[in-house]
């Protein structure tokens, strides 16, 4: 036998070994069935109890302000303004979320945190791609979130208007808090967890069976080493004697 005909061959055994039935990978997953289950369980309540009594209520206060691209909202306004206006929303977002505006909320109110900490908890996005933004402002106590959220809408329109002086703001929403907590998603977080309890047991279960290379029976006999199956020893039960 050549040396290239002996590396093929050794290449075909590498290749049977490492093929992976199918249908013994389900009667794995078959086998271990309550396990997975009850590791599925298991995580699917940790994920409840984790959103439910662990994770803090996070509530939203949000109004909406209308962006113009002239202080005289009187006239008549054509296509290329309101399209114009829709790009303002941009720039008018990152002029709400700069120190000139929060940081002079963070004064009227006296809050304890910092620019940087109260623009974590601030945001501000175009409404369906129209000239209308939302201010949102997120937190644990729903009346700071108003009360936030409320100044942030009396402050920033001379703020604008002394920034972009062809511009205007105006609000036509007033600040009001969401009667349910935003997060967290106490159903979307127990099904994900569920379901990483899922895949983790039978990815487990799977990769055991996988590296468990022990001859079983007479099948794996025939499978991983090619050979007859001549004989088989049965158990013998001695009745507990030695």
Known sequence: MTTNQTMQNAA?????????????????????ILVIILV???A???????SRFVMVPQYQASALMIVNTRQDTTANVTSDQINSA???VSTYSIIIKS?????????NLGLSLTYDELKERVNVTAVDE????QITVQSDNPEWARQVCEQITAISPNVILESVEAGSVKLISQASVTPDPVSPNVMKNTAIAALLGLVVSVGIVVLREL???????????????DLPVVGVIPDYDMGGKQ
């Open 86 to 88: 829709t790009k303002l």
């Open 40 to 42: 599925t369980v298991i």
């Open 99 to 107: 120190d000139t505006v929060l940081q002079q909320v963070i004064n």
């Open 12 to 32: 075909m055994t590498d290749d049977d070994y490492d093929t992976i039935d199918l249908l013994e990978v389900l009667q794995v997953v078959r086998q271990h």
């Open 44 to 50: 699917a309540v940790a994920g409840f109890g984790v």
């Open 211 to 225: 590296l468990d290379n022990k001859i079983k029976s007479e099948d794996d006999v025939r499978k991983y080493l």
């Open 130 to 133: 129209t000239q209308v933004m």
